[in-house]
């Protein structure tokens, strides 16, 4: 749930803070990217969080699993960037997703104390 939260506080910041730089094109592109990163990374953790008190191989197997998820999340960036370029200008979006994922993904490691 905290995962959540920060996303959302996360894209909301970094979307307004773009929009007063670029526009309202590039700060729908930031927020989508930012929203995409927070559903990404919300799953992942919860894909990790029931695999904490197993094995080491059942950890491991859901962790790249939801590596994998925000992976995902980087090949829709540029597909969706080479293919919409008037609709996601690249700089944008890169920082709304990445400005999200980032500290998102810091945040995990507070599951594994």
Do not use: D, N, Y
């Not at 749930?1 to 929009?19: D, H, K, N, Q």
């Not at 927070?38 to 029931?50: E, F, G, N």
């Not at 491991?60 to 960036?77: E, H, S, T």
Request: net charge positive; no cysteine; glycine share 10%.
């Amino acid at each position: 749930m905290t995962e959540l939260v920060l996303g959302l506080g996360l894209t909301a910041t970094i979307s307004a803070v773009v929009w007063l730089v670029w526009g309202a094109v590039a700060a729908e592109a930031a927020a989508g990217f930012g929203l995409l990163a927070t559903v990404l990374h919300s799953i992942a953790v919860a894909l990790l969080k029931p695999a904490l008190r197993g094995s080491t191989k059942k950890l491991f197997g859901r962790w790249a699993a939801g590596m994998g998820l925000r992976l995902l999340g980087v090949a829709v960036f540029a597909v969706l960037v080479m293919t919409q370029r008037e609709l996601v200008p690249p700089l944008p979006a890169a920082i709304g997703f990445v400005g999200v994922l980032l500290p998102l993904l810091f945040s995990e490691i507070r599951l594994l104390r």
